[in-house]
Nanobody, 124 residues
Framework: QVQLVESGGGLVQAGGSLRLSCAAS????????MGWVRQAPGKEREFVAA????????YYRDSLKGRFTISRDNAKTMAYLQMNSLKPEDTAVYYC?????????????????WGQGTQVTVSS
């Protein structure tokens, strides 16, 4: 089991940047794919990005490629999401996620574990 706590959200103008952090507890951190999902008001939760256990591979929602970068530090049991060139449509609650099933659950926006979320608001 893993517990996740996000930080780093906030209000930013369109075109700006934010870096989200996720602190994970548990000695099995390196056995999980880590990722981010988001949920905007009135919309379903959707996959944002994921990273493999060794950080050798990354996966992104097609519409976010080139603007968002996911990373992880297994020694610190941390995951990050660097978000650049933010747009108003990126406004959502962002959740750190963990799962041992990448394509069956995490990339479908239905991870086994997620945090309490952090609000990201992008003003136009």
């Amino acid at each position: 089991q893993v517990q996740l706590v996000e930080s780093g959200g906030g209000l930013v103008q369109a075109g700006g940047s934010l870096r989200l952090s996720c602190a994970a507890s548990g000695r099995t951190f390196s056995t999980y794919y880590m990722g981010w999902v988001r949920q905007a008001p009135g919309k379903e939760r959707e996959f944002v990005a994921a990273i493999s256990r060794s950080a050798g591979s990354t996966y992104y929602r097609d519409s976010l490629k080139g603007r968002f970068t996911i990373s992880r530090d297994n020694a610190k049991t941390m995951a990050y999401l660097q978000m650049n060139s933010l747009k108003p449509e990126d406004t959502a609650v962002y959740y750190c996620a963990a799962d041992q099933d990448l394509r069956g659950r995490l990339m479908k926006g239905r991870p086994d574990y997620w945090g309490q979320g952090t609000q990201v608001t992008v003003s136009s």
